[in-house]
């Protein structure tokens, strides 16, 4: 019996120097995944945006980051929250792209394997949306098939770049390579761009908007006192135009609502379900009221606070037709893309301008607003009262329905606490010492401002002048003179509003009711 003993080999097999390896496996990997989600982002396009896999798990990571991330991201990347989750969401993809690339040019088997695994959490995401149907699985599904023959294409031109033999490495085949990366890289390229492009084309959204034309208001707003602004530069302008309207909203693609086919149901704990078109709703008689609407994650002095001049049609009455049982409290709104909101129904019922809104500062909704219908609902925070791209209605009790912002901790019943805002000067303005005009806005709906009142440093409160304020629902705008002398000065304002009620130093962060405590800025006069 003998043994046979391979001789050891001098030098180590050559293979491909560590550093290429590294950089086939970053190429193969990041083209797939931009292949597949390219791919994908296409098919969404044509099928239903909100089915783009990147677009569903970032829903999915909205839905599920704890309310201090969420309060940390509003706070560091304000109204670029969301394209901050996209990157992020994009970030983490790129990432895991390489080892993916490095395993499938191991074994091809481990690459498909990690493809599946993607293809599976894309596909989980897709359907967890809250409005998913069977066919929204179609981009993941056609985006993992066109980009494991990327990868299976691309594995083979990098295993074909090698040839062993003694001596250096020869790149045989480095151009058939570089050339098939180039060809999956314009790929994934054209695919996305003509997704985006596609997108954009079928926004049948934009198309329904514009078909739309309102009859004049049979109520028109009560005329405004010339006096609801101060007049002052740097304050906001009492109504706010549409294009600097705040927007806060879970949705990472406005919805796009087809009116052909949108409709409003009532139904629930009513004696009377029933189902609107637009024109049905709009043929009702509109309303126009000009109320101010803000967002309960507003921070102190915070800008996510508006007024516009809204037409609509009157909620409480439309209810009432219905039918509203006994013992029900809660109205649950939803929205086309899964959204709940539930409102006390006694806010709705008790006189107040609760409204379907279908316009906004003249002209019909826009998308990013709740295009077709949306509801306003004096007096409380958004989160409970304003749902946008309304598509039903349903009558219930607390006790039986969380909404969405209700699961995640936030209050079930929030009216408006009284606010108010520094707009001028800007924080570290420079001004020169002598009048400086101080103004800002303030806001407690349904109650109104009674008084502003200014301190300079730790100086005494004096009162601000206050514009006019017709109606408790809007905001009002106020201004304080101030005799301003060289150094650095902290100037902090505090209302009360109609009830005798001046507003707390106490900070309270916006969770899980509103946001407590005064502004203040700090100037430098010279
Ligand atoms: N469908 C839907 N409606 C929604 C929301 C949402 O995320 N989805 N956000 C609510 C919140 S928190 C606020 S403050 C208001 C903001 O309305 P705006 O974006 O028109 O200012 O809309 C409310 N309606
Ligand atoms: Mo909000």
Known sequence: ???????????????????MTAARGLVVGVLTAGVALGVAHLVAALVNPAADPVLAVGSVAVDMVPQAVKAFAIRTFGANDKIALLAGVYT????????????????????????????????????????????????????????????LVLVRAAGSMVVSGSGRPRLLNRRQFLATAAGAALTA?????????????????????????????????????????????????FHTPNRDFYRVDTALTVPQVDLETWRLTVDGSVDRPRTWTF???????????????????????????????????????????AGIRAGQNQLVSRSVEGMTIGTPLEAILDGRDALLAVAMNGEPLPLEHGFPVRMLVPGLYGYVGACKWLTSMKVTTFDAFDPYWVQRGWAADAPVKTASRIDTPKPFAQRRAGPVMVAGVAWAQRRGITAVEVQIDDGPWRQARLA??????LWRQWTYRWDATPGSHTLRVRATDATGATQTDERAAPFPDGATGWHSTTVAIT
């Open 468 to 473: 006019d304020g017709p109606s408790p629902d």
């Open 1 to 19: 019996m003998s043994t046979t003993i391979e001789p050891r080999p001098a030098t180590p097999p050559p293979g491909p120097p560590r550093g």
């Open 279 to 321: 024109d049905d709703l709009v043929a009702r008689g509109l309303v126009e009221r000009d109320i101010t609407l803000n967002c309960v994650s507003n921070e102190v002095g915070g800008p996510y606070v508006g007024t516009a001049r809204w037409t609509g049609i009157p909620l409480a009455p439309l209810l009432r037709e």
């Open 189 to 237: 390229g054209a695919t996305a761009t003509i997704g985006q492009a596609v997108g954009r084309r079928s926004a049948v959204g934009a198309r329904s908007r514009a078909a739309v034309r309102l009859p004049s208001p049979a109520q028109p707003a009560p005329p405004l006192p010339g006096g609801v602004s101060a007049g002052v530069d740097g304050v906001s302008p």
């Open 92 to 151: 983490v993809l790129a990432l895991s792209a390489v080892p993916l690339g490095a395993a499938a040019l191991r074994r091809r088997r481990y690459g498909l394997a990690g493809l599946a695994a993607f293809a599976a959490a894309g596909v989980a995401a897709v359907l967890s949306r809250p409005t998913a149907t069977p066919l929204d699985v179609l981009p993941v599904l056609v985006g993992t098939g066109v980009g494991t023959a990327v990868m």
